[in-house]
C-alpha cells in the first residue's frame, strides 16, 4: 500500500469520525433540548401546584377561623340559654314552693 492510499484511507476514516461526532453531537443537542424544554414544563406545573396549594391553604384557614367564630357564637348563645332557663327553674321552684305552703297553711291562713 503506498503512502497516497494510506493518506486517501486514513482521511476517508477521519471524515467518517467527524460525521459520526457531528451525528452524536447533533442527537445531544437535540436531547438537551427536549430535557430543557421538560424542565421548563415541570418548573410551570411546580409553580401550578404551588399556587393551587397556597390557595387551598388560605381557604382552610378562613374557614378554620369562621368556623371556630360560629362555635364561639354558638356557645354564647347556649350559655345564655341555659342562664335563662336556670333563672326561670328558680322561678318556678319559688311559685311551687309558695304554692305548697299556701297549701299546707290551708285557706284563711290556718292549717288543714
Known sequence: MSDDEIQRKFDSVADLIRDIATEAEERHEQQMED??????????????INRSLRRAIRLSVAEARAERR??????????????????????????????????NRGHNGSPQ
Do not use: P, W
Not at 70 to 95: G, H, P, S, W, Y
Open 35 to 48: 430535557v430543557r424544554r421538560e424542565i421548563q414544563r415541570i418548573g410551570q406545573a411546580t409553580e401550578y
Open 70 to 103: 360560629r362555635r364561639q357564637e354558638a356557645d354564647e348563645r347556649l350559655d345564655n340559654a341555659i342562664t335563662r332557663l336556670a333563672a326561670a327553674q328558680m322561678v318556678t321552684e319559688e311559685k311551687l314552693q309558695g304554692f305548697i305552703d299556701s297549701m
